[in-house]
T-cell receptor, first 109, second 114 residues
């Protein structure tokens, strides 16, 4: 599976936008970019995914670089409930999710 | 409510005593999977099932068994648990085994093997 690189941790203030980066320089043309998050003491939770175009949903936006070698998860207004570990994952044919160590997001008042 | 349920949520057992962790989903999903999560190692896939009666090994299958007799259930069996299987276990399901489907995770089972 292609590898992703994320910062270990990031901090944000409540109600401010958060941009979580992910590098995936070895991505192949058929890899989907998925983001999951894991809140404390819970199972991972799907956030968003995309292939080439930017994507928006009720939780977040996903901005994908034109060469697809990087992407950014955007939380438009962080809340305390968004404090979690965010995982950027590349998925090829088949359903396997390969989790890295993710980015620990801390949100402060 | 659409969900993945796991039982038990917490379990303390002793080495060698067979145990089963149940997983059930009510979304008519074809694909189901088990993961374990350990500090510093992240989540790793143990076994997965593409559909009823079809299962295959993930990255860390040693010491585990699974079965998929019905679409909704995917139990994880530890025939002879050992302390290195102490971990947090998650079951997940997905409509199909595809690269664009979201996976739904259960709440987790924290297992301690003494």
């Amino acid at each position: 599976d292609a590898k992703t690189t994320q910062p270990n941790s990031m901090e944000s203030n409540e109600e401010e936008p958060v941009h979580l980066p992910c590098n995936h320089s070895t991505i192949s043309g058929t890899d989907y970019i998925h983001w999951y998050r894991q809140l404390p003491s819970q199972g991972p939770e799907y956030v968003i995914h995309g292939l080439t175009s930017n994507v928006n949903n009720r939780m977040a936006s996903l901005a994908i670089a034109e060469d697809r070698k990087s992407s950014t998860l955007i939380l438009h207004r962080a809340t305390l409930r968004d404090a979690a570990v965010y995982y950027c994952i590349l998925r090829r044919l088949g359903a396997k999710l390969t989790f890295g160590t993710g980015t620990q997001l801390k949100v402060e008042l | 409510e659409a969900q993945v349920t796991q039982n038990p949520r917490y379990l303390i057992t002793v080495t060698g005593k067979k145990l089963t962790v149940t997983c059930s989903q009510n979304m008519n999903h074809e694909y189901m999977s088990w993961y374990r999560q350990d500090p510093g190692l992240g989540l790793r896939q143990i076994y997965y099932s593409m559909n009823v009666e079809v299962t295959d090994k993930g990255d860390v299958p040693e010491g585990y068994k699974v079965s998929r007799k019905e679409k909704r259930n995917f139990p994880l069996i530890l025939e002879s648990p050992s302390p290195n299987q102490t971990s947090l276990y998650f079951c997940a399901s997905s409509p199909r085994a595809s690269e664009y489907n979201e996976q739904f995770f259960g709440p987790g089972t924290r297992l301690t093997v003494l």
